[in-house]
């Protein structure tokens, strides 16, 4: 009977055990997750999304001085390629807060449903978000950004790195962030393979602003993670021109 | 007005410089960037402040522009702004940097040198100019005279310099005016302005609220709020943060204030509970607080990037603290003690 309690107990933790590799490294094609907020309910609407009309009706002025419309996601995307100014210096964080979106839609054009994950821990909760990499935090100053580096070599998580960090989930795939200094709001915008080599990424947005200060900023973060020894890292930042990878 | 037009040996050579670019390609979008703009031996900031209010449709809402010695690439009134005259081009601290007040060959920016380094060296001090800050503040800020929304989640209504408006009280006390009448907004008037504004998506283009009849304060008015938010929000606690910030060269006042509005002065690293709280704001940049104390200008420029600022901001903070060393004479002594301090070489 002993026994028998003892096997019954082995092959529970062996199912646990056995579950929990299955969620570090999933094989074949893994559904593709995508946020409401995106306003695309599959892959395919991705392409039409990105030639909607942009709210705003925002017009900028070329380096050349002629002033080009910018009507659909598209064309912010394109415009971000060159030398451009905003009529009004207050509209450039509401410029790029809009732009994350599109540049969110823009790499999730070529994205496709990926064959593994070792991002399968991850979950949407308070817990899965401490354990992102430290880059997502706002870092303003080069100290913050080498603490970032630091704590990133060292395969640091979000959470460990700013113990300050709070986190309160308001839907599924969105968080409102707080921490020392900056307030913010967290989007999971997609999983699905985003930069082609069959694993699994995340799409991830971040708003953040300095508390006392002016210093606002939203940027998109592809997050992956390449094996299950490994630890999560991020392989791209899109945002305002000064963002690291930006494109 | 009148004034001489002595170009100065450095000047010919860029006016050459700026020939031989146009003829490359004058349609080119980028022929700013590779010319040399003539620069000339009279104040250009008396004149660009002459002419500032004739032709740009300025963020304030009417044929004003800020000021013409404005910063980056595509400032108005810039080097690299194709509307610019070229004999309004160059008077700028920004990406440009060249034919400028910090241009180390021009006359005037040696004349302000000699100035400010005098002053320091005298101990003089040289009292902030808030006009300009407020121009500093309208070139990276934007200022809006109309009620806005701003970026947060769920957006504040907002104006002028980011004056956020808890609700339609607060903004009754404000001296708005009727665009349509110009006359004093009544309190109805504004209560119902700021409903509309509050009731409107947030994140869009700030000329996207101009209401019809616009309720909008006044430029004077807008620019008082600024100002008084400086001096009573920002220059007190950097005060405290930097105990000798009078003394310092006016440049580098300017760019630490630049830092403070942006980042926030923050507070120090603090434990409560047992709990690590880690330096936010201006504290958060500890290479840079360490060569300020240190009056490192150099030092500070390169310590004063902020990765949320468009690069033309942060290139132009950098150009003020490198003029601060220029001005307080550190950059000379830093090269000469960094000479003598050179390991010997066997």
Known sequence: MRIGRRSALMFFIFLILFGMQGAAASDGPIPIFLSKELGVAALSDVATALDRPLDGGWVVKMAAGEKRRIKTCRDFVAVTKS????????????????????????????????????????????LGITKLPPRLALSESPDDL??????????????????????????????????????????????????????EDLLIRRDG????????????????????????????VMGAPDATGSP | ???????????????????DCQTVGSDTPWKHFCVGVPSYEFDLYSVSRAMANSRFPGPLGRAEAPSPRTAGPLGRGDAADPDTHPLLRGDTPGALGRNDWADPDSVSYRMRTIVGRLASQSGLRVPLDYERIYRHIVRWEGVVRHMYL??????????????????????????????????????EEIAHAFRVVASMPGGLPAERYHLSPSIELPEETVKELAISRVRTEFVPKIKKLFRGFDGFPV?????????????????????????????????????????????????AARSSHRSSSRP???????????????????????HLLDKHLKPPVF
Request: proline share 4%.
């Open chain 1, 83 to 126: 030398q451009f100014e905003l009529p009004n210096a207050v509209d450039w964080a509401a410029w790029w807060q809009q732009g994350a979106h599109c540049f969110a839609l823009d790499v999730l054009e070529g994205a496709r449903p990926a064959l593994r994950s070792h991002l399968g821990w991850f979950r949407f909760s308070k």
């Open chain 1, 146 to 199: 080498d603490e970032v580096a630091a704590a990133e070599r060292a395969c640091n998580s979000w959470g460990h790195f700013d113990e300050t960090l709070r986190i309160r989930i308001e839907a599924p795939d969105r968080a409102v962030l707080r921490s020392d200094g900056w307030t913010g709001r967290l989007v999971l915008y997609a999983r699905a393979d985003i930069d082609g080599d069959g694993v």
């Open chain 1, 209 to 236: 602003s300095a508390t006392g200060g002016t210093a606002v900023e939203s940027r998109v973060f592809v997050v992956t993670q390449s094996s299950p020894t490994e630890c999560a890292r991020v392989v791209r």
């Open chain 2, 1 to 19: 007005m009148t004034f001489s037009r002595r170009k100065t040996k450095a000047t010919r050579e860029s006016d050459k410089e700026e020939r």
């Open chain 2, 150 to 187: 701003d970026t947060h989640k769920p957006p504040l209504v907002t104006v002028g310099a980011g004056n956020m408006l808890q609700d339609a009280v607060a903004a009754q006390a404000l001296p708005f005016v009727n665009a349509a009448t110009n006359r004093p907004a009544t309190k």
């Open chain 2, 251 to 299: 440049a580098a006042r300017e760019a630490i204030i630049d830092i403070a509005y942006n980042a926030g002065v923050g507070s120090p690293e603090t434990v409560v509970h047992g709990k690590t709280h880690a330096a936010t704001g201006l504290h958060k940049f500890h290479r840079l607080k360490t060569a300020i104390e240190a009056g490192d200008w150099l030092a």
């Open chain 2, 312 to 334: 033309e901001r942060n290139e132009w903070t950098r150009e003020l603290f490198e003029r601060a060393a220029r001005e307080d004479g550190t950059s000379h002594r830093l």
